[in-house]
């Protein structure tokens, strides 16, 4: 892309994210870092492609706000803005255009290359052409899958949440009903929502894609020429790609992304920059035997082992009569309950922790779904066109040659 046009354009992406509040300090430095990649991109689709997906999904973002900031609550129990999403992170960002934006590095890699092939007259290292052709590169094919997939689910997330019907669960039997914003629960609206997001990006790409034609193919660098039919098969195997993604995040994230949900109001809790939320573990206090269902005692004595300081320096002692371990930490339950402490954790009377667990594993946060749904379906993608074209998926190698 040229400099002259990609840089008063980064320059416009990086004011609006700061002014609009779209993304935090190190979201905006992540978000210019992938725009610059993306700029070095001779072509200007992958750089038109993240600027879609910025604007379309911070608006996406910005429907209804006010009433989606009732619907979930922050995992400080407060309710966000924009039900559960604050300003983005820089690993939100990376999580979804790492991979488009090593696909592009690639890309322009090799149109580098068979571009420097043909000024010296020689052959092109991966028999490549300039323009994309049929049966042509499989990175183009990443790239645009990609911004389609996480497209889809964002405006899968955003619009679907405002569904007037309950979310199914997608890993459950019986689809079950879960509250508004599960991992895993879809709508029609959401999935409709879902499919406008990808065909936003596909439109894009069919707009801004250098395809080969009769023309083109006496060119040097030219390749094999596109018809009617080839561009709808593309459009609508993009399409789908796309639609499937948002399915796939919600599969992966219904299996491995723990859903957590405040007891008392009903609603789902999200972590800040879709980090995981944390559950008090329950009060276990050992040699004592109880009848199940009955509540433990949280000042009962029991031993335990508390850390005092940060990392290397931190120092083991022996906690009091109402210490109890929580994950890799010990607190202090009668500290933790005490009115006086501003820092207490809130509770029922009883204290019972004001969290539960409603449905997936925790092996996972929204990120990571985010990121393995965007690679797996951009391989995936590049391995069914290779399959239909009879292309290789060795090609996307620097070097690689069509087998």
């Known amino acids: ?23 935090t300090p190190f979201g905006i430095f992540a978000a210019a870092l992938t725009a610059i990649a993306h700029a070095v991109h001779p072509w200007n689709l992958p750089f038109v492609l993240l600027v879609v997906f910025f604007l379309a999904g911070t608006r996406a973002t910005h429907v209804k706000e006010n009433i989606k900031a009732n619907l979930t609550l922050k995992a400080t129990g407060s309710s966000p803005s924009g ?3 604050g300003p983005r992170t820089h690993v ?19 149109l580098h290359a068979r571009k420097q092939a043909l000024l010296s007259n020689a052959s092109s290292p991966d028999n490549g052409t300039l323009c994309f052709s049929w049966k042509g590169d499989l990175l183009v094919i990443g790239i645009i899958a990609n911004y389609a997939c996480v497209a889809a689910d964002t405006f899968s997330s955003e619009l679907g949440i405002l569904s007037k019907s309950s979310p199914r669960l997608i890993t459950s ?17 959401g999935l409709g929502a879902g499919l406008l997001g990808s065909i936003i990006i596909v439109t894009t790409s069919v707009l801004f894609l250098p395809f080969c034609t009769a023309d083109s193919k006496t060119l040097p660098g ?24 948002s399915v796939m995040d919600s599969v992966l994230g219904g299996l491995f992304q723990r859903s957590v949900k405040d007891v008392r109001s009903g609603k789902i809790v999200e972590g800040e920059g879709g980090e995981r939320v944390l559950v008090a573990s329950p009060v276990v206090i050992p ?32 906690a009091g009569s109402s210490a109890v371990e929580e994950g890799d930490h010990v607190v202090d339950l009668k500290k933790r309950y005490d009115p006086k ?26 990120n990571d779904v985010n990121f393995l749904m965007a690679f797996g379906m951009s391989f995936g993608a590049m391995a069914v066109a290779g399959w239909y074209w009879g292309v290789s998926l060795w090609t996307i190698v620097p070097g690689g040659v069509a087998v």
């Open 1 to 23: 892309m040229k400099f002259i046009i990609a840089a008063p354009a980064t320059l416009a992406l990086v004011y609006r994210a700061y002014s609009k509040n779209s993304l």
């Open 83 to 85: 039900g559960g999403e």
């Open 92 to 110: 939100q960002v990376f999580a979804n255009s790492l991979t488009a934006t090593i696909l592009t590095l690639l890309h322009a890699y090799q």
């Open 173 to 189: 039997w019986k689809l079950k009903k879960v509250p508004r914003g599960t991992n895993g629960g879809v709508t029609l609206v």
């Open 222 to 245: 030219g390749g094999q020429p596109w018809d009617v039919k080839e561009r709808q098969a593309l459009i609508l195997g993009l399409t789908v790609s796309g639609l499937l993604g």
């Open 287 to 318: 040699g004592h035997h109880h009848k199940p269902g009955q509540e433990e005692d949280a000042g009962a004595e029991i031993k335990a082992k508390l850390l005092r300081g940060e990392g290397k320096d931190a120092v083991e002692e022996t």
């Open 341 to 366: 402490n501003k820092q207490r954790k809130s509770s029922f009377g009883d204290e019972r922790p004001s969290r539960e667990v409603v449905t997936g594993w925790d092996l996972l946060d929204n």
